[in-house]
């Protein structure tokens, strides 16, 4: 079974950086386009960013666009989220997520994370 | 963009219950629309995708129906642990992925 864990949230004034991190433990996410989604509190999910399968493709919400950047290591074990220029409204839980099949990227979720908390305040 | 939207908001009903859950498209997204289960401060989890398959370990009293821009979420007979906030979700057009607001199943 695949497990993702994230880390790298905490609290960072407006105008910072964080760069959050997934690791997965069971196997690589080499053939698997990931995805970072967020949870602002009581609210909904919202799609922030995603890579291709083939880690040459990335994708944003248009929120992000500028300020974000996706990324995995090498071996394709960990996935990044590097964070600039925060806001106040970025505040939110992010999950990483996997989809379900491989060497595609029908862009449904099978495997998630528990979530690291990102808290943009001054 | 893809909109979606969920109702109702909330249905409050009592287990053993059938519950049923709509989601609506502002455009077609064909068959590709996927369904989530969200427990307070735990990750969502897959349900249902392409409009009516079950993810892997998922009871049969979740089904899922329609196309183009109607769908439905059917939960046939509600267990204590079926309360939860259900989400849809979007593949066909993106960037970006959409989902839609949620439906709150809560125990009457």
């Known amino acids: 079974e695949v497990q993702l864990l994230e880390s790298g949230g905490g609290l960072v004034q407006p105008g910072g950086s964080l760069r959050l991190s997934c690791a997965a433990s069971?196997?690589?996410?080499?053939?698997?386009?990931m995805t970072w989604v967020r949870q602002a509190p009581g609210k909904g999910l919202e799609w922030v960013s995603s890579?291709?399968?083939?880690?040459?493709?990335?994708f944003y919400v248009e929120s992000v666009k500028g300020r974000f950047t996706i990324s995995t290591d090498s071996s394709r074990t960990t996935l990044y989220l590097q964070m600039n220029s925060l806001r106040v409204e970025d505040t939110a839980v992010y999950y990483c997520?996997?989809?379900?099949?491989?060497?595609?990227?029908?862009?449904?979720?099978?495997?998630w994370g528990q979530g690291t908390l990102v808290t943009v305040s001054s | 963009e893809i909109l979606l939207t969920q109702s109702p908001a909330t249905l409050s009903l009592s287990p053993g219950e059938r519950a049923t859950l709509s989601c609506r498209a502002s455009q077609t997204v064909d068959i590709y629309l996927s369904w989530y289960q969200q427990k307070p401060g735990q990750a969502p989890r897959l349900l249902i995708y392409?409009?009516?398959n079950r993810a892997t370990g998922v009871p049969a009293r979740f089904s899922g129906s329609g196309f183009g821009t109607d769908f439905t979420l059917t939960i046939s007979s509600l267990e204590p642990e079926d309360f939860a906030v259900y989400y849809c979700q979007q593949r066909l057009n993106w960037p970006p992925l959409t989902f839609g607001p949620g439906t709150k199943v809560d125990i009457k």
């Open positions: 392409d409009t009516s």
């Open positions: 890579i291709s399968d083939s880690g040459d493709k990335t």
């Open positions: 997520a996997r989809v379900a099949r491989a060497d595609t990227v029908d862009m449904f979720f099978d495997s």
């Open positions: 069971g196997l690589s996410f080499s053939r698997y386009a």
